[in-house]
């Protein structure tokens, strides 16, 4: 009810009844008409009686409500559905200066933002000295992991942990099943590389949250991090990654001094990989 008092006649395309309306918004006979359903279902929809209903519907009832994406996923949850996956409702640059900040102020741990695809949108100084990300590397994490020698050479473990990654991979692609972004990631990485193509064929899957990780750098050597993947409802399509050093390890220690003006300097002259 206080959805449809939101909603003027004019705003969804009808004539105004003036003075001769109580009550400000839409009634219900008119969102019913507008949303295609009967006009007694929909006083039932409201009333939270016990009735049939499909996410078209409710989909088609938000749409006339003008219902924003946290609105309408609420509404699924009220008529005992299971809500859509979020979906960002800002401009791609939203928050980004504000998260670029952020993993700026993770330093010196390792830190970057990855797209819904595994894309790399952005990581910090230390994430490039660590992980050896850079402009010239595939900025796909998937195909990073199976194509760049610097990027697999540093990853402990890597016969190990490469079915987590593609288990973890094809949950993501499980969420949006139409989406021809992941299908062209998969595409291109079998192409690239037969152990994918072998792993997929597996179907596995895998949750993801927080992982214990080790990497092999150059300079310092081990280095263990607990590695968090942390959503942003207001840019759903968005995940920040923070490495943070496993206690009882001189991981930080190493960190400070690689992030440090010589350590950076020694960088400089370090074999890749």
Known sequence: MSRRARVSPTEAGLPDGGARRRTPGLRREEVAVLAGVGASWYQWLEQGRDITVSSQVLDAVARVLKLTGVERRHLYVLAGLNPPLPRSEHESDHLCEGLHRLIDAWMPFPAHILDQYWNTIAYNDSAALVMGFRQEAPQNCVLSFFTDPVYRARTKSWEQTAPWVVAQFRVAC????????????????????????????????????????????????????ESTQLNIPARPDLVIVLHNPRPATDTAAKLEWLTSPEGRRGGMYQVAG
């Open 174 to 225: 499980s969420q949006h099943p139409d989406d021809e972004g992941f299908a062209e990631v998969v595409r291109q990485v079998s192409e690239a590389s037969p152990e994918f193509a072998e792993l997929w064929a597996r179907r596995d899957v895998e949750a993801g949250g927080q992982l214990h990780k080790e990497l092999e750098h150059p300079l310092v050597g081990a280095l263990f991090f």
